[in-house]
């Protein structure tokens, strides 16, 4: 077993923290009946883990939207307010990630939530979370692009004074695993919805239920040195 840990663990939120993804089923689903489109589960799953003018382009596209018919800002302020009724009305966490957050805080590892979720629905999310337990947060509206590129683990890694790669990213969604990779960050994989495909510097678990401080620190040096 390892005794050399992280220097941070990167939470992604959505689907590694909070079973939320289903939120956003149903969000993405209503974006594009309002636009005369029924969501098919290929559109969905494309849309797993973006950030929201990703996932909306996509929807457009899907439904056949000219980019000149695209009210982008008007579309997304309605995406925003049926989100936020949707997670006020609660938000469960995924099995096990309360204690992994919990074990880690205890460990005395910085903690960074990077997410591609908006400020404004990352801060009624972390109503349930715990705003206490992170060094920093970062989220996809603050950033030059969300993940899959990997402006938002760097701004993380970059805000604790930490290279990339001394920080472990743990991630569910294939759009994720690509930030980090693209970031240079090692990756605990926990998938949720899709299966993530394995790659140089990605180690997987099936969920974060049982997982102690020795499995963290062994999983970041696994995926360290395979990348």
């Known amino acids: 077993m390892s005794s050399t840990l992280p220097a941070a663990i990167l939470w992604d939120m959505d689907g590694t923290l909070i079973d939320s993804e289903p939120i956003w089923d149903i969000a993405v689903r209503d974006l594009a009946a309002r636009h005369g489109y029924a969501m098919t589960a290929e559109l969905r799953e494309s849309t797993l883990g973006n950030s929201l003018p990703d996932a909306m382009a996509k929807v457009y596209d899907a439904a056949g939207i000219a980019v000149d018919q695209r009210d982008a800002d008007a579309d997304a302020r309605w995406l925003l307010d049926h989100v936020r009724g949707l997670f006020e009305a609660g938000l469960p966490w995924r099995p096990g990630a309360r204690e992994a ?112 401080i020795e499995e963290l620190a062994d999983s970041w040096q696994c995926a360290l040195t395979a990348r």
């Open 101 to 212: 957050l919990d074990l880690v805080a205890d460990a005395g590892i910085a903690m960074v939530l990077v997410t591609n979720t908006v400020r404004e629905l990352t801060e009624v999310a972390l109503g349930t979370i715990g705003r206490a337990r992170f060094s920093a947060t970062v989220c996809g509206d603050e950033v030059p692009m969300g993940k899959p590129a990997p402006f938002p683990y760097l701004r993380a890694a970059d805000t604790l004074g930490y290279q990339p790669h001394a920080c472990l990213v743990v991630e569910d969604s294939p759009t994720g695993a690509a930030a980090a990779s693209a970031a240079g960050c090692p990756a605990l994989i926990v998938p949720s919805a899709v299966a993530v495909p394995a790659s140089p510097g990605r180690v997987f678990r099936d969920s974060l239920v049982g997982i102690g």
